[in-house]
Antibody, heavy 118, light 106 residues
Framework: QVQLVESGGGLVKPGGSLRLSCAASGFTFSDYYMTWIRQAPGRGLEWVSY????????YYADSVKGRFTISRDNAKNSLYLQMNSLRAEDTAVYYC???????????WGQGTLVTVSS | DIQMTQSPSTLSASVGDRVTITCRASQSIGNWLAWYQQKPGKAPELLVYKASSLQSGVPSRFSGSGSGTEFTLTISSLQPGDFATYYC????????FGQGTKVEIK
């Protein structure tokens, strides 16, 4: 069965950095686009970034462009999100998700909480 | 960027009611629209993709329709487990979510 397990969240000061990881299993990771989505406390869903199966196509939401970097290691079945220059408004649960493109985002991890506060 | 607007933001309904949620896109997205259900403390779950295709395992009381800029999600007979927040999402150009519709008990 498809499993996505995020890790790396925690408390960080404004201006700090954090690297999130997502371990994938139960499917051929290298066949799929992957996406990061976040949800601030009590708020709606916000798409953050996606990366193509081979890693050659990457897009970011304007709110994180220039600060966040998405990457993947197909040999390790892992997805990453490097987050720099963090702001209070980046506080959210960050979800890793499988993105088959044609059939929409179909599997989500359980999420990891990132809190940016002094 | 494509903006997605859902209405209503909150909907009060009873078990057995027929419920309709609307999602409008700021420009045409063809049929590249999905609907998700999210319960408190849980990750969202995919209900409908390509505007009207039901995801495997999703009950048939859920249905989606529309194309271009206007879409609807209908629950034909609301069940106790359907009280949740619903999000539309376009995937024609990058990805954008609507702001959500909370379906609460009347």
């Amino acid at each position: 069965q498809v499993q996505l397990v995020e890790s790396g969240g925690g408390l960080v000061k404004p201006g700090g950095s954090l690297r999130l990881s997502c371990a994938a299993s139960g499917f051929t990771f290298s066949d799929y686009y992957m996406t990061w989505i976040r949800q601030a406390p009590g708020r709606g869903l916000e798409w953050v970034s996606y990366i193509s199966s081979g890693g050659d196509t990457i897009y970011y939401a304007d709110s994180v462009k220039g600060r966040f970097t998405i990457s993947r290691d197909n040999a390790k079945n892992s997805l990453y999100l490097q987050m720099n220059s963090l702001r209070a408004e980046d506080t959210a649960v960050y979800y890793c998700a499988r993105d088959p493109v044609v059939t929409a985002i179909d599997y989500w991890g359980q999420g990891t909480l990132v809190t940016v506060s002094s | 960027d494509i903006q997605m607007t859902q209405s209503p933001s909150t909907l009060s309904a009873s078990v057995g009611d027929r419920v309709t949620i609307t999602c409008r896109a700021s420009q045409s997205i063809g049929n590249w629209l999905a609907w998700y259900q999210q319960k408190p403390g849980k990750a969202p779950e995919l209900l409908v993709y390509k505007a009207s295709s039901l995801q495997s395992g999703v009950p048939s009381r859920f249905s989606g329709s529309g194309s271009g800029t206007e879409f609807t999600l209908t629950i034909s007979s609301l069940q106790p487990g359907d009280f949740a927040t619903y999000y539309c999402q376009q995937y024609n150009s990058h990805r954008t979510f609507g702001q959500g519709t909370k379906v609460e008990i009347k």
